[in-house]
């Protein structure tokens, strides 16, 4: 453990990257402090978090005054400074490199696809945005694309996505895959693979999966009230 400060993270729970983060965090019994922002009511482009990150993004880690962007570097670096379990970010190079893999492609396949999904069905209806149904369906169709690379690719025949213990790609992956559960609608339900997988993740996560994904379950009550 690094020292006995406690880390601060800046986060909104609705966002995937920022649930990984906290998870990561609670999982390890990381000393850390919240600050909740919401981007619904535009806080990300607060003086105060502009100047921890220009991008006006979250989530963003100030640990003792060193401040780190991006869920991906954010991830990596907790688990190498706080010594968490190797599995999560292993030091054999090969074992390694095999996350680095998976959270390389992750951000221009998973993330971007849910992404797209996530604001057309849930977002912009929310705020009265106009939506736009053929990138919505342009979306879908990549994303079954993306879940056959979880699946054949990465997944395979191992209990996770880079072997036979959780790593961060299991966390981010997951995170991200949950973000449709705003809408009810579940990528996963004719793939009992991917299903299984996702199973494995949240018992290895116990109660902190959960924690973090309340705010999804809250809308997903709300989404469908409204049908």
Known sequence: MAGTHAVKAYLDLLTPPSRAVLIFLKSNKIQHTVEQILIRKGQQKSPALTKLNPMQRVPVLDDNGFVLTESDAILKYLATVYNAPDHWYPKLPQKRAKVDEYTSWHHGNTRINISTIFLQEVWFPMLGVPTN???????????????????????????????????????????????????????????????????????????????????????????????
């Open 133 to 227: 149904p053929a990138k919505f369906e342009k979306a879908l169709k990549k994303l079954d694309g993306t879940l056959n690379m979880l699946e054949n690719m990465f997944l395979k025949n191992q209990a996770f996505l880079c072997g036979d213990d959780i790593s961060l790609a299991d966390l981010l992956a997951a995170c991200e895959l949950m973000q449709l559960m705003c809408s009810e609608r579940d990528v996963l339900k004719d793939r009992p693979k991917l299903l299984s997988w996702r199973s494995r993740v949240q018992s290895a996560l116990s109660d902190t999966f959960d924690d973090a994904h309340s705010v999804v379950y809250q809308i997903r009550e709300k989404f469908t009230a409204k049908k």
